[in-house]
């Protein structure tokens, strides 16, 4: 499920595109002390967020947007019954002008879009595995970029998924290909956050997947994925997914080629 915040600028401000864990910040500021456990929990934390939208500077009055989203009923009802009508995020500032929740289902056809990077690491563990060449080596772990074979992607990705999908739901579903098409539209996405105090760079990629045919498995994952967020980090809102309609996204590809 997900929460469509409808935001009125207060004041004219500069888009910082920088702003990932300032976001968290509001989000964790505002389920408290409804859901005060969730900012302590080692893991997951199984919540998303989309960036403000449209992307630009802002003028005194404008109109913004803000998703967040979870498969946690209860993170939604905290995060809802938490907003005071005002919203600051850094040097943002907004009334919240209309709030509305959404549960979007994927069945048949449609195409689901990366609003923001997905971020896939490969552990040092698995370097052997995947043969990472000895000069892309790094202590721990690296993020996966077009250098690195797509398989290591799609492995990475799917057993993120089913991870989470596991943990949260306590069960064993075991794992099967969940995708039919990959296409990359923007790699790499070097973008910069601050986690426990210091600033770091996440380096991600922007993904199209097109499915002309959901199974119920497919769907029930998937739709979790969508609520959750795809790859790591999607407490600091990497990952972010969008759904369109297999329509509109043929009928734009068709556009972009004339």
């Not at 959404?102 to 490969?122: D, H, M, S, Y």
């Not at 596991?166 to 601050?194: G, I, M, S, Y």
């Amino acid at each position: 499920m997900r929460v469509l915040l409808k935001l009125r600028s207060l004041k004219d401000a500069v888009y910082d595109l920088h702003y990932y864990h300032k976001l968290q910040g509001f989000v964790y500021d505002t389920i408290r002390p409804r859901y005060q456990q969730l900012h302590e929990l080692a893991g997951y934390k199984f919540f998303c967020f989309s960036n403000i939208f449209p992307i630009g500077d802002i003028r005194e009055g404008d109109t913004r947007h803000l998703l967040v989203s979870s498969p946690d009923n209860v993170f939604i009802k905290a995060f809802v019954g938490g907003l005071d009508g005002v919203v600051n995020i850094g040097d943002l500032s907004f009334s919240v002008k209309d709030v509305k929740t959404v549960n979007p289902q994927l069945k048949g056809g449609c195409n689901l879009i990366a609003a923001t990077p997905i971020v896939i690491r490969i552990p040092e563990y698995n370097y052997g595995r995947y043969s990472i060449p000895q000069e892309h080596r790094k202590r721990r772990y690296v993020f996966w970029r077009r250098v690195f074979p797509f398989e290591v992607f799609v492995r990475q990705l799917e057993e993120n998924l089913f991870k989470k999908y596991n943990e949260f739901h306590n069960t064993k579903v075991d794992e099967f290909p969940l995708f039919e098409q990959f296409l990359l539209r923007k790699d790499p996405v070097a973008c910069h956050t601050v986690i426990d105090g210091r600033e770091i760079q996440l380096i991600g990629s922007i993904w199209e997947f097109p499915f002309h045919y959901l199974t119920r498995e497919q769907g029930k994952i998937l739709e979790f994925g969508l609520d959750c967020g795809f790859g790591e980090r999607n407490s600091l809102g990497f990952g972010f997914m969008n759904k369109i309609k297999e329509k509109r996204a043929k009928m734009r590809d068709e556009t972009k080629v004339c």
